[in-house]
């Protein structure tokens, strides 16, 4: 993950909702200012807890940097060059209109047009398109040598990558231009949707916006005649900076069934596309205390240490227990209710394990793979964010050893 953290680089988390996307943006952000970089994570609205782990009593649309007290209260060197922002969808929306059309009762015009509203509000790709907006702004302006990017949530995070060339193409469609001429009296445009294609138009605008009278849309389209080119050309150059050597898209999973099946699909899909994924966080895999032991295990493997330690040795000893109990009699003296919570937990770590490390076989060749514990107390403040940050640049080995392990006491 270190390499992905280098001068020039943006990388870009990819990821369902509910995986820690913001947690791992942040923590990695953290990372990369610790490797001496001046840095900017764009956040989409963190929780409460995270704001506090940030040190920040709020966050705006504007990059705001980390306070050298809050860093040195965490252990942290006070120089870090850390910024954070909230993602302001409607503040970059409007200011993209602000730009590129110059005339202000054109610009109220279009900001109270109900089809901008809802097209800005209400469509799938509003939060990616803002996005995306706010981190060409940041790129082009060359005040970051890192920057960090938390997609929002979606239904499914690909479609933060499609949003720039659909809209594109939506707005850029001739036979919008066409149909919604500001020429064309009201009598014209009901006979041009009768054709097919200007059907189309109107289905794929309604879709991203919702159910507009055609009157709205097409007011729309005359306020933002002069400006449209430009506005195209800027989604295009926002959809060729995703497809730049700087973009490094990483994919944040957990060891869930589902969320490896999500993530399964995702590469899939960006392999249809074209789009290289550089790395793979999991997230909130075995609980930190499993996850140290086995990461020690592992550098002293590394270092030809003789040791004949194992991970995962508490499992095996939680095997041992109930037998243990039958033997002394005190299974029935309450004590099988514990006993099967740590039985249950003994199998869900080890289906776990079992799971990611099929997973991880399944790789392309150069994608990297990083893991992150599940932080028991919760990523509540800048020294948790930093312990995150060291598992994911920890370049430790440890998933083979786990394998092995899991077999031995599944055995």
């Known amino acids: 993950m270190k390499d992905l953290l280098t001068k020039g680089s943006i990388p870009i988390l990819l990821g369902t909702g509910g995986v820690g996307k913001t947690t791992i943006a942040a923590a990695l952000a953290l990372a990369g200012a610790s490797a001496g970089l001046n840095t900017a994570v764009i956040t989409v609205d963190p929780s409460e807890r995270l704001r506090d782990a940030l040190g920040l009593a709020r966050l705006g649309g504007q990059p705001t940097r980390i306070g050298a007290r809050q860093l040195a209260v965490a252990g942290l060197d006070p120089h870090l060059q850390l910024s954070a922002m909230m993602l302001d969808v409607s503040g970059a929306w409007d200011s993209i209109i602000e730009r590129f059309v110059a005339e ?99 289905r794929e605008l309604e879709r991203f916006a ?109 095997s041992e227990l109930r037998a243990s109990m039958a033997k002394d009699g005190t299974e029935a003296n309450g004590f099988g209710r514990l006993v099967h919570h740590f039985e249950e937990y003994r199998e869900r770590t080890l289906a776990e394990i079992e799971r990611v490390a099929a997973f991880a076989r399944e790789l392309p060749k150069g994608v990297r793979l990083a893991i992150a514990p599940e932080i028991e107390a919760g990523v509540r403040d800048l020294a948790a964010l930093s312990r995150v940050a060291g598992y994911l640049t920890s370049g430790i080995g440890m998933l083979k050893g786990l394998e092995v392990a899991a077999r031995e006491v599944t055995a």
């Open 104 to 202: 202000p009762a054109t610009r109220r015009r279009v900001f109270d047009n109900p089809f901008y509203k809802s097209l800005t509000s209400e469509f799938a790709g509003a939060e990616a398109f803002a996005a995306l907006q706010r981190l060409y702004d940041l790129h082009q302006a060359g005040s970051f040598e890192l920057e960090i990017v938390d997609t929002p949530p979606a239904s499914h995070s690909f479609e933060f990558l499609q949003t720039p060339a659909r809209l594109a193409r939506l707005l850029d469609s001739r036979t919008a231009r066409w149909l919604f001429t500001p020429s064309l009296s009201a009598g014209r445009i009901a006979m041009k949707v009768a054709s097919e294609a200007a059907r189309f138009v109107v």
């Open 210 to 318: 919702g159910s507009n009278v055609l009157s709205t849309i097409t007011d729309f389209f005359a306020a933002m005649a002069e400006s449209m080119d430009a506005i195209i050309d800027r989604l295009q150059k926002t959809e060729a900076l995703l497809h730049s050597p700087a973009v490094k898209f990483v994919m944040v999973t957990t060891a869930e069934p589902d969320r490896i099946m999500q993530a399964r699909e995702l590469l899939a899909q960006m392999d249809a596309e074209g789009l290289k994924l550089s790395a793979i966080v999991i997230n909130r895999f075995l609980d930190e205390r499993t996850f140290q032991e086995s990461a020690r295990l592992a550098r002293e493997r590394s270092a030809a240490a003789d040791s004949v330690e194992r991970p995962l040795s508490h499992l095996a000893e939680i």
